[in-house]
């Protein structure tokens, strides 16, 4: 895509004018380097100031002969393009054409080109290139308050085109900024390297010769070498690095320490996994850090993050750390490096409890079960009321009832020995198979009472989200997370609104939830795995009191370093991280802090494995006694009765 003349300069007729040999030489030797080092299909951008027309005119007319870019003209850094248009790539390549080094015509190029409707928008990545070129000289102090305007908006990547300068200025005159060594006409290439040294680190301290483009014929380079070298080495030369480190309270992220000694000295100092992690990085990219500390924040506010863009523009911070999510990405000014922890945030629902040991008797058969039971003796006490009272005359009286018949087949399926046998063997017969039925019975009932006794099992515990909404149990979370379903699903947050519980605080929900099973708590699974450790979530028999929901998961996020976005320190960093993250060193970290924090709690696990055996001694045994007991004083208390209702009698007769 071309921006036409007409477009840039508003249809008015323009006067041409014929171009020396320096400058079409200038033209050929931009074209070389388009084609040797511009990415082709991304954008080049070719900016001039309106008295350079006729060379941005020629530029272009050669380098579109090959249509390997799409190509943007602007002119005094107007783009002419709808401010909602995505076409200019921040990642392309850009030629700035200034006539002979001014400052600030280049100064205003560079402010058109990062301003969009009179704002400042996302600036560009550190793997743009830049090349800045003039047929005439630029001096050695133009060249380098080009580079450090460069270097103020991270941008190192860029070279100066322009004809040899042979006089220095005074006020550099002595000194070897330059190392000429050839002479007659041509163009040559300056660069400069930042973290040569710890004292000139960002500030440009001296400018290099690249290469020289001879005017002769076609013109060409005489050493043929790459023009855009690798600015940023493996080794910083201890240059600082300017940290923002947010104080979360929290072991996993950063944490401000201080601590008073009983000589009354104290000591403050700075802990945390990310900011060991940070420190890792740096003793890998030779830098000391420069911290500055920032009290605990919930979150980053719009407050707080405007003044660290302010910072991070101003090159007062240079990377964020302290649990800082992908959330503050939706600021164009921010690049995250690449995530070393991946964060859960989920719902915790009260864990399946144990059933009493009083409610397993009626757990070893089901409601159905019983009721066959029930009716099954129901109908051999019908039975055998009929077989002793129709069959024989000679069988005894206590058959030819219902109750007493009723009675004996109770006392049968009870293990107890009846008052009477039966005589005829129709009513043996069925006595028989009733005994048979009894016993099986009561060995199986036993069998499973006794299991229960030892272990009663777990109630069955909500185990999904549709089961939790299902059961109208009431839901809290701390007040700075109402953001996620804000931007959630509105059926979701409807029904999280509904079911909200009504705590005092957030520490009385985790109460609540812990020991009366009735809320559901949303939480991070990092402080979940902290309060399994120090055994918060933990009861008096080493069970889990809150248990994560598989789908119960409402947030994903991972942790990252912030950094300003196009920091060339970016892509260091992120090889660093991602050796250690596949190294799996953070995980490492967190795996000792958990058990650190086990051994401080004092919680001993009592989990034994499926096959092993349990204990079993009179704890266990105490329903069957509290049962006996209970029999037992039933049993005398209907004996008294008996004895007292016969004396009763033998008074009245």
């Given at each position: 895509?071309?921006?036409?003349?007409?477009?840039?300069?508003?249809?008015?007729?323009?006067?041409?004018?014929?171009?020396?040999?320096?400058?079409?030489?200038?033209?050929?030797?931009?074209?070389?380097?388009?084609?040797?080092?511009?990415?082709?299909?991304?954008t080049v951008v070719i900016s001039s100031p309106a008295n350079?027309?006729?060379?941005?005119?020629?530029?272009?007319?050669?380098?579109?002969?090959?249509?390997?870019?799409?190509?943007?003209?602007?002119?005094?850094?107007?783009?002419?393009?709808?401010?909602?248009?995505?076409?200019?790539?921040?990642?392309?390549?850009?030629?700035?054409?200034?006539?002979?080094?001014?400052?600030?015509?280049?100064?205003?190029?560079?402010?058109?080109?990062?301003?969009?409707?009179?704002?400042?928008?996302?600036?560009?990545?550190?793997?743009?290139?830049?090349?800045?070129?003039?047929?005439?000289?630029?001096?050695?102090?133009?060249?380098?308050?080009?580079?450090?305007?460069?270097?103020?908006?991270?941008?190192?990547?860029?070279?100066?085109?322009?004809?040899?300068?042979?006089?220095?200025?005074?006020?550099?005159?002595?000194?070897?900024?330059?190392?000429?060594?050839?002479?007659?006409?041509?163009?040559?290439?300056?660069?400069?390297?930042?973290?040569?040294?710890?004292?000139?680190?960002?500030?440009?301290?001296?400018?290099?010769?690249?290469?020289?483009?001879?005017?002769?014929?076609?013109?060409?380079?005489?050493?043929?070498?790459?023009?855009?070298?690798?600015?940023?080495?493996?080794?910083?030369?201890?240059?600082?690095?300017?940290?923002?480190?947010?104080?979360?309270?929290?072991?996993?992220?950063?944490?401000?320490?201080?601590?008073?000694?009983?000589?009354?000295?104290?000591?403050?100092?700075?802990?945390?996994?990310?900011?060991?992690?940070?420190?890792?990085?740096?003793?890998?990219?030779?830098?000391?850090?420069?911290?500055?500390?920032?009290?605990?924040?919930?979150?980053?506010?719009?407050?707080?993050?405007?003044?660290?863009?302010?910072?991070?523009?101003?090159?007062?911070?240079?990377?964020?750390?302290?649990?800082?999510?992908?959330?503050?990405l939706s600021v164009s000014y921010f690049d995250s490096t690449?995530?070393?922890?991946?964060?859960?945030?989920?719902?915790?629902?009260?864990?399946?409890?144990?059933?009493?040991?009083?409610?397993?008797?009626?757990?070893?058969?089901?409601?159905?079960?019983?009721?066959?039971?029930?009716?099954?003796?129901?109908?051999?006490?019908?039975?055998?009321?009929?077989?002793?009272?129709?069959?024989?005359?000679?069988?005894?009286?206590?058959?030819?009832?219902?109750?007493?018949?009723?009675?004996?087949?109770?006392?049968?399926?009870?293990?107890?020995?009846?008052?009477?046998?039966?005589?005829?063997?129709?009513?043996?017969?069925?006595?028989?198979?009733?005994?048979?039925?009894?016993?099986?019975?009561?060995?199986?009932?036993?069998?499973?009472?006794?299991?229960?006794?030892?272990?009663?099992?777990?109630?069955?515990?909500?185990?999904?989200?549709?089961?939790?909404?299902?059961?109208?149990?009431?839901?809290?979370?701390?007040?700075?997370?109402?953001?996620?379903?804000?931007?959630?699903?509105?059926?979701?947050?409807?029904?999280?609104?509904?079911?909200?519980?009504?705590?005092?605080?957030?520490?009385?929900?985790?109460?609540?939830?812990?020991?009366?099973?009735?809320?559901?708590?949303?939480?991070?699974?990092?402080?979940?795995?902290?309060?399994?450790?120090?055994?918060?979530?933990?009861?008096?028999?080493?069970?889990?009191?809150?248990?994560?929901?598989?789908?119960?998961?409402?947030?994903?996020?991972?942790?990252?370093?912030?950094?300003?976005?196009?920091?060339?320190?970016?892509?260091?960093?992120?090889?660093?991280?991602?050796?250690?993250?596949?190294?799996?060193?953070?995980?490492?970290?967190?795996?000792?802090?958990?058990?650190?924090?086990?051994?401080?709690?004092?919680?001993?696990?009592?989990?034994?494995?499926?096959?092993?055996?349990?204990?079993?001694?009179?704890?266990?045994?105490?329903?069957?006694?509290?049962?006996?007991?209970?029999?037992?004083?039933?049993?005398?208390?209907?004996?008294?009765?008996?004895?007292?209702?016969?004396?009763?009698?033998?008074?009245?007769?």
């Amino acid at each position: 895509m071309i921006l036409l003349f007409s477009a840039i300069t508003n249809g008015a007729p323009q006067i041409s004018r014929t171009l020396n040999l320096q400058e079409i030489h200038l033209v050929r030797c931009l074209k070389y380097i388009s084609h040797r080092y511009f990415t082709p299909g991304r954008t080049v951008v070719i900016s001039s100031p309106a008295n350079y027309r006729e060379v941005q005119q020629e530029l272009i007319a050669e380098i579109h002969q090959t249509s390997l870019w799409p190509i943007v003209v602007t002119v005094d850094g107007n783009i002419r393009i709808p401010a909602n248009s995505n076409f200019v790539d921040r990642d392309g390549s850009y030629i700035i054409l200034i006539p002979n080094g001014n400052i600030k015509t280049f100064m205003d190029e560079i402010n058109g080109l990062v301003q969009t409707n009179f704002r400042f928008t996302r600036l560009w990545n550190y793997e743009t290139r830049f090349v800045v070129a003039g047929a005439n000289e630029f001096s050695i102090s133009q060249q380098r308050n080009i580079f450090e305007y460069f270097s103020n908006f991270r941008i190192y990547n860029c070279i100066i085109v322009t004809q040899e300068y042979y006089a220095l200025d005074k006020e550099f005159r002595g000194k070897n900024w330059v190392n000429i060594v050839e002479t007659g006409k041509k163009l040559v290439v300056y660069t400069w390297f930042p973290y040569q040294r710890s004292d000139h680190c960002t500030e440009v301290n001296a400018v290099t010769l690249l290469d020289s483009w001879v005017i002769t014929a076609q013109g060409q380079f005489t050493k043929n070498t790459d023009l855009f070298p690798r600015k940023i080495s493996n080794n910083l030369n201890r240059c600082p690095m300017k940290a923002f480190i947010r104080d979360t309270n929290t072991t996993y992220n950063a944490i401000y320490v201080q601590r008073t000694f009983s000589n009354g000295s104290s000591l403050e100092y700075m802990e945390g996994f990310e900011y060991q992690l940070l420190n890792v990085v740096l003793q890998k990219m030779n830098m000391r850090l420069v911290h500055d500390f920032t009290p605990n924040v919930s979150y980053l506010n719009v407050e707080t993050t405007i003044k660290l863009i302010v910072a991070m523009v101003a090159k007062e911070i240079y990377i964020a750390v302290g649990g800082i999510g992908t959330d503050v990405l939706s600021v164009s000014y921010f690049d995250s490096t690449n995530p070393y922890y991946m964060m859960r945030m989920r719902w915790y629902v009260p864990c399946s409890v144990k059933y009493p040991r009083w409610s397993s008797i009626f757990r070893i058969l089901s409601v159905e079960l019983w009721l066959v039971l029930i009716i099954t003796i129901v109908i051999a006490a019908v039975s055998t009321t009929l077989v002793g009272r129709y069959s024989c005359t000679l069988e005894w009286k206590r058959y030819k009832s219902l109750s007493s018949s009723l009675t004996n087949i109770w006392a049968v399926i009870l293990g107890v020995s009846v008052s009477t046998m039966p005589r005829t063997p129709s009513l043996r017969s069925l006595f028989l198979g009733w005994v048979c039925f009894s016993v099986a019975f009561s060995t199986v009932f036993q069998s499973f009472l006794t299991s229960f006794l030892i272990d009663s099992g777990y109630k069955t515990p909500i185990q999904n989200m549709d089961e939790l909404f299902a059961s109208g149990m009431k839901l809290a979370y701390r007040p700075e997370y109402s953001y996620i379903f804000e931007q959630g699903d509105e059926t979701e947050l409807t029904k999280v609104q509904r079911n909200l519980a009504n705590c005092p605080s957030y520490d009385v929900c985790l109460d609540w939830a812990k020991y009366q099973k009735n809320v559901s708590i949303l939480m991070i699974d990092t402080n979940a795995e902290d309060y399994y450790s120090n055994g918060f979530f933990v009861g008096d028999n080493s069970e889990h009191l809150m248990c994560g929901l598989e789908d119960g998961v409402v947030y994903f996020t991972g942790l990252h370093m912030v950094m300003f976005y196009g920091d060339p320190l970016m892509r260091r960093v992120n090889e660093i991280i991602a050796r250690f993250f596949e190294a799996g060193l953070y995980d490492f970290w967190i795996t000792i802090n958990s058990e650190k924090g086990k051994l401080l709690a004092w919680k001993k696990a009592n989990f034994l494995p499926p096959k092993a055996y349990y204990s079993f001694n009179l704890y266990h045994m105490q329903p069957a006694f509290y049962i006996f007991f209970i029999g037992c004083f039933l049993s005398a208390h209907c004996f008294i009765i008996e004895l007292l209702y016969n004396c009763v009698l033998n008074k009245r007769y």
